[in-house]
């Protein structure tokens, strides 16, 4: 594996994290891999690094390219900045799929509260749209992502047909982000006959991660939410076909 961090174009304060794994070989051939977005949560004001290198390494483990975006922050980001963000990530991914190993139409989205909200913006609204998201205890409603970013929008509200499908897991007890945020999301997913999987764990608190013992306190969760990243991975085996020895079919 390699590391590589890119600027985003004429502004150094936001930057792509990518942690790239050699190709290996089936057959004389070079292996493509999945590519994942990965959005931290801090409500727009900060960017959480429990929900950074640590979910990028846990997908990476997985055979998966790991992409983490270091958006825009600020109460006073205009335009929504951060998917313009997104969209150029997954632009750039897209465009680099060759050198990075990448399969240029399996660039998934995978984000953890304000960061859950700007991955179910990229799965809804998004010039580049993913074509799958996983999104952990995701702000979705307007009210509450309004409070975090101005003007940023409902991600429920803008759900159509082209909406990719969807993994979430969330948290019954969630003081911070009420798991309605995931609920009302996959109503709307339904609605639209958007393939979803919602796991909702009957406690535990807000900002779990990927719910390993190094990054949360075991004693505060569902003993169930210690294999959410292992079910979204066999979600996606469910959703795009057997994935192994680094490729899906």
């Not at 292996?31 to 959005?39: D, E, K, M, S, T």
Request: hydrophobic share 45%.
């Amino acid at each position: 594996m390699h590391y590589q961090k890119i600027n985003y174009p004429d502004n150094d304060k936001v930057w792509l994290e990518c942690y790239i794994q050699d190709s290996g070989l089936k057959l004389g051939q070079d292996l493509v891999r999945p590519a994942l977005v990965i959005c931290p949560g801090g409500g727009y004001v900060y960017l959480s690094p429990r929900e950074a290198e640590p979910v990028a390494l846990a997908y990476a483990a997985k055979g998966i390219q790991a992409f983490v975006l270091h958006y825009s922050l600020g109460w006073e980001v205009k335009g929504f900045q951060p998917l313009k963000e997104m969209d150029w990530a997954i632009g750039l991914i897209r465009e680099h799929a060759n050198d990075w190993y990448v399969d240029a139409d399996k660039i998934l989205a995978c984000g953890f509260s304000a960061g859950g909200h700007l991955a179910a913006c990229a799965a809804t609204m998004a010039k580049h749209r993913p074509v799958a998201a996983i999104l952990a205890y995701p702000v979705i409603l307007e009210g509450l992502a309004a409070i975090c970013a101005k003007g940023a929008p409902g991600a429920d509200k803008a759900v159509d047909s082209q909406t990719c499908p969807c993994f979430i897991a969330a948290a019954g007890t969630d003081t911070m982000v009420s798991a309605m945020n995931s609920l009302r999301f996959v109503e709307a997913l339904y609605e639209n006959g958007i393939s979803a999987e919602l796991h909702l764990y009957a406690f535990g608190p807000h900002g779990f991660s990927t719910a390993r013992t190094s990054i949360a306190d075991p004693a505060e969760l569902c003993s169930r939410t210690l294999h959410w990243v292992e079910d979204s991975i066999s979600w996606l085996e469910d959703v795009f076909g057997a994935f192994t020895s680094g490729e899906m079919s």
